[in-house]
């Protein structure tokens, strides 16, 4: 089956204590994405990548940390978690050339 | 101001009413406009894309852009309790891997 996989789902942490949400994705895309979510202000998007080794900035990078070693993997890094990253997390994958994007569950981190 | 601004609701309407949903935007490299709808707990799932200007029709929804407006909208058409959802519009340029989210409307169908 053709999925985006994220781990955990539901994270409870306190402050400064690091942490990795990993993401992977079995269909081979190109373009990977981190997004997080909070009520009244949408997804926005934190970190992409166009391909393996490659990775930008999205809106919201600051406190994040992302690499790409693996073309199915994509995990986000809080190197020193703090309560404004409370949120509801998204990993997103598409093919190259297409515009759908797939996404995983969500992973809820709540930082103390 | 945002990039994108997109009116979060909610939008309660009875079960077979035509339904409209906007978003503006203010970056004229924006090339692609995107619909997605996301159910509670669940993350998002493309509804509908449109490359340009033009109106996209699929079933009960139809996508329109105006990009000299700067404006998309959605209209669900005879809407279903099963439609009850947030709606989110996503934009992007050309050759990128960004993409840009609106807020997200809140739409309840009652039947």
């Known amino acids: 089956e053709a999925q985006v996989t994220q781990n955990p789902r539901y994270l409870i942490t306190v402050t400064g204590k690091k942490l990795t949400v990993t993401c992977s994705q079995n269909m081979n895309h190109e373009y990977m994405s981190w997004y997080r979510q909070d009520p009244g202000l949408g997804l926005r998007q934190i970190y992409y990548s166009m391909n393996v080794e490659v990775t930008d900035k999205g809106d919201v990078p600051e406190g994040y940390k992302v690499s790409r070693k693996e073309k199915r993997n994509f995990p986000l890094i809080l190197e020193s978690p703090s309560p404004n990253q409370t949120s509801l997390y998204f990993c997103?994958?598409?093919?190259?050339?297409?515009?759908?994007?797939?996404f995983g569950p969500g992973t809820r981190l709540t930082v103390l | 101001q945002k990039e994108v601004e997109q009116d979060p609701g909610p939008l309660s309407v009875p079960e077979g009413a035509i339904v409209s949903l906007n978003c503006t935007y203010s970056n004229s490299a924006f090339q692609y406009f995107m619909w997605y709808r996301q159910y509670s707990r669940k993350g998002p799932e493309l509804l509908m894309y449109t490359y340009s200007s033009g109106n996209k029709e699929d079933g009960r929804f139809t996508a329109q852009v105006d990009k000299s407006s700067k404006y998309i909208s959605l209209f669900i058409r005879d809407s279903q309790p099963s439609d009850s959802a947030t709606y989110l519009c996503a934009m992007r340029g050309g050759n990128t891997g960004k993409l840009i989210f609106g807020q997200g409307t809140t739409l309840q169908v009652k039947p």
């Open positions: 997103a994958s598409r093919a190259g050339g297409h515009n759908e994007q797939f």
